[in-house]
């Protein structure tokens, strides 16, 4: 019953490919993001969504776009992969009524771009 | 640069410990500090957090200090157990609206040996 759920959790693409990494949330949430996990980055912000049919930039958006077609989906779109995006991609929500500022985490796609 | 820095990479503590975790940052906005746990090939979860009005929180074995004048803030894990074994990601961010924006460290790999 995973409430935020990514697709496909494993992908290998070939450099200048299109991408398109899938986020789904039953939690009702407003806010959705997108991070990208690095070894000794942490995670960073690509782009993320406060309401359907509405994305704004992150920290690192350069290469990738954002669709947020409603508020349970939210996707990532690489329109020319690279091997510098290789990495592990999260997507989460929030509930900005609830102000603790948690975010819940689907459980990650891993990208190898070749 | 980095706005969330964790100076350390790694961490080794003997079981019945105390494991101390330091996160840094630079943003005087910040209102809003978190701390979470992932395991390998596991999505992050929230552990605790604290917002800029208190300067400790305790839950459990778990404790925050937040020391805003010197931008810095801490966990620290009581009686530590071998499945505490994780990489603790700290983050910060201003609570826009409870949009939790947050900006994540590089994260600090614990160990706990037995």
Redesign the interface.
Known sequence: EAAVTQSPRSKVAVTGGKVTLSCHQTNNHDYMYWYRQDTGHGLRLIHYSYVADSTEKGDIPDGYKASRPSQENFSLILELASLSQTAVYFCASSDPGGGTGQLYFGEGSKLTVL | GQQ?K?SS?SLTVQEGGISILNCDYENDMFD?F?W?KKYP??????LI?VRSNVDKREDGRLTVFLNKSGKHFSLHITASQPEDTAVY?C?A?E?Q???????????TKLTVSS
Do not use: C, H, R
Not at chain 2, 97 to 104: N, Q, V
């Open positions: 969330v964790q990479p809003y978190a979470y090939d596991n999505s992050p979860t929230l957090s990601l983050a961010g609570n609206g409870g949009s939790a924006k947050l900006i994540f460290g590089e994260g």
